[in-house]
């Protein structure tokens, strides 16, 4: 790794070498020492020692103050964990957004809370053509679509209120904590030609076995072609879906 070599494309090849650094500590599997890390990661001691410091400041590294040997850290250990949690509800919803979109006849959705906030990682569409901006890698409205009105409502208040916030002016404040709570209480929303004209669209949150919100599925179509009640067949199908999907990722309603 000492020797640089010339790569396809731009990158920064600081971050890849701290990568690789850390590929090796996992691939280890047990704190190790200084040398041994350097040795198995095919660099100096002195250039493996400077990322390593890098690495400890970030989090992504810890050193045992002891032993002095070197293992993953809290962030890393965080980063993994999040990783695994949306790995898992994208497998386990992304056959549900198929199974919508077949029982239904309505393009479906699944989003997952991302750094900028309601992110579409699977779609589906339906027969009906459908002129929308929703596609895979979009980041959703909190406040103008029905899945980000899933995410506001079950979210923590604090992550909720910080994605809120510039998309609020003070005199919605109190229309938009209204609405949230009704979403809490039916535990479904709704737009109805809101984010895009002529576009309805119903979504349902996803929840893990901590009872946290894993995800929202949502279901969206031209008005004349969808039935946005609460208690119409489209909601019906929705929450069955939806509760079914939580139940498999051990999510338990009464606990």
């Known amino acids: 790794m000492d020797k640089e070599t010339p790569k396809k494309g731009f990158g920064v090849q600081s971050v890849e070498v701290g990568m690789h650094l850390l590929k090796v500590l996992m ?30 400041r970030s989090g992504m590294v810890e050193q045992d103050a002891a032993g002095g040997r070197y293992g993953l850290g809290e962030f890393a250990l965080n980063v993994g964990l999040s990783a695994l949690s949306q790995l898992n509800v994208v497998r386990i919803a992304g056959d549900a957004v198929a199974e919508l979109r077949n029982r239904t006849d309505q393009s479906c959705l699944l989003a997952v809370w991302g750094s900028h906030g309601p992110t579409i990682v699977r779609m589906s569409e339906g027969s009906k053509p459908l002129v929308t901006t929703a596609r895979v890698g979009v980041v959703l409205s909190m406040v103008n679509s029905a899945t980000g009105r899933v995410f506001a409502a079950f979210l923590p208040r604090d992550t909720a209120d910080e994605f809120l916030a510039p998309e609020l002016v003070q005199a919605d404040r109190e229309a938009c904590n209204t609405l949230l709570a009704d979403v809490r209480i039916r535990g479904i ?64 309603e009464n606990s």
């Open 27 to 56: 691939e280890i599997g047990r704190p190790a020492m200084l040398k041994e890390l350097a040795e198995a990661a095919d660099m100096s001691a002195q250039k493996a020692h400077r990322y390593l410091v890098s690495l400890q």
């Open 189 to 252: 929303s709704r737009t109805e030609g809101e984010e895009q004209a002529t576009i309805n669209a119903l979504a349902a949150p996803l929840f893990d076995h901590f009872g946290n919100i894993a995800g929202a599925l949502t279901l969206l179509g031209p008005e004349k072609h969808f039935n946005a009640s609460w208690d119409g067949p489209l909601a019906r199908e929705l929450l069955a879906v939806s509760k079914s999907v939580s139940n498999r990722l051990g999510y338990n």
